[in-house]
């Protein structure tokens, strides 16, 4: 089955720098979706990239496909301190029922 | 006013119980799911709805967990003669149909088993 994998599991920055986490995936798919989660809250949508698709970006966040590598990576530019959350890469399958499956997530910390 | 509605937030239950997890999905989408995190992990899908019946179900969606959508707004997720090892976050979410569409999640049920 196809799984989204985060790198890193953890990652520590100061507030204004950038924040790169990366994302592999095994198998074919329609697009690859990045989620926010707050502890101990419910996953926020932040960006979805199709499978014909580089490169996107949305305000601060930049969002790359690379489908040949079968990877992604998720850019948030000059962080804050409200950025401080996990973040989920999902994979959404080309065939079955539009499930969406979560890869292990990059926690994030901005130290302000 | 939020997509995904969950109710309760938190629930605590004693080995063995059944419980019932409930989510209001407003608006008219077409995929319905249930996810679980266990804490600390990631995030599990279990089951998906469509048109009133399941549509794919995960191997830890077993005979213990049932869904319904019984009048067409609530959906549940029913765990039967729950165990300590579902204590956990689970989510309820929806999509529209179409192949790039985004996913609105509840903000979780945490259920406790003791």
């Known amino acids: 089955s196809q799984q989204g994998e985060e790198d890193p599991q953890a990652l520590s920055i100061q507030e204004g720098e950038n924040a790169t986490m990366n994302c592999s995936y095994k198998?074919?798919?329609?697009?690859l979706q990045w989620y926010r989660q707050n502890s101990g809250r419910g996953l926020v949508h932040l960006i979805l990239?199709?499978?014909?698709?580089r490169e996107k970006h949305s305000g601060r966040l930049r969002v790359t496909l690379d489908t040949s590598k079968k990877s992604s990576s998720l850019l948030i530019t000059a962080s804050r301190a409200a950025d401080t959350a996990s973040y989920f890469c999902?994979?959404?399958?080309?065939?079955?029922?539009?499930?969406?499956?979560f890869g292990q997530g990059t926690r994030l910390t901005i130290n302000p | 006013e939020p997509e995904v509605t969950q109710t309760p937030s938190h629930q605590v239950t004693q080995m063995g119980q059944e419980v019932i997890l409930r989510c209001v999905p407003i608006?008219?989408?077409?995929?319905f799911y249930w996810y679980r995190q266990i804490l600390g992990q990631k995030v599990e899908f279990l089951v998906s709805?469509?048109?009133?019946?399941?549509?794919?179900k995960s191997e830890i969606f077993d005979d213990q967990f049932s869904v319904e959508r019984p009048d067409g707004s609530n959906f549940t997720l029913k765990i039967r003669s729950t165990k300590l090892e579902d204590s956990a976050m689970y989510f309820c979410?929806?999509?529209?149909?179409?192949?790039?569409?985004?996913?609105?999640f509840g903000q979780g049920t945490r259920l406790t088993v003791v």
């Open positions: 999902a994979t959404d399958s080309p065939r079955g029922a539009q499930k969406l499956v």
């Open positions: 979410a929806k999509r529209g149909q179409g192949q790039n569409t985004e996913a609105f």
């Open positions: 608006s008219n989408h077409l995929y």
């Open positions: 990239i199709r499978s014909n698709e």
């Open positions: 198998t074919s798919i329609n697009n």
């Open positions: 709805f469509y048109n009133n019946e399941i549509s794919e």
